[in-house]
Nanobody
Framework: QVTLMESGGGLVQTGGSLTLSCTAS????????MAWYRQAPGKQRELVAT????RYLDSVKGRFTVSRDDAKKTSYLHMNDLKPEDTAVYYC?????WGQGTQVTVST
């Protein structure tokens, strides 16, 4: 059984930065397969970033970066120059497994 745990969310002003972490528990985990999603109220969940093919949502390109620590089974989402439009619950994903989500709120 694989479980995911996100952390690092919070309140930040426009232009600020946050780094989210997602740590996996389980035996055979390829952290490179992990991906980040977000969901704002009233909107569909959308893919934000992947690690293995460095795919990013168009609106976050140049501002968000994914890194990983395979030994720690952890994926990191580094978010810079945050905008109010980035406000959402952020989730990490591993194939069919989802984390519980962490709230990111960017003030205006």
């Amino acid at each position: 059984q694989v479980t995911l745990m996100e952390s690092g969310g919070g309140l930040v002003q426009t232009g600020g930065s946050l780094t989210l972490s997602c740590t996996a528990s389980g035996n055979m985990i390829n952290v490179n397969v992990m991906a980040w999603y977000r969901q704002a109220p009233g909107k569909q969940r959308e893919l934000v970033a992947t690690s293995y093919n460095t795919r990013y949502l168009d609106s976050v390109k140049g501002r968000f970066t994914v890194s990983r620590d395979d030994a720690k089974k952890t994926s990191y989402l580094h978010m810079n120059d945050l905008k109010p439009e980035d406000t959402a619950v952020y989730y990490c994903n591993y194939i069919t497994i989802w984390g519980q989500g962490t709230q990111v709120t960017v003030s205006t």
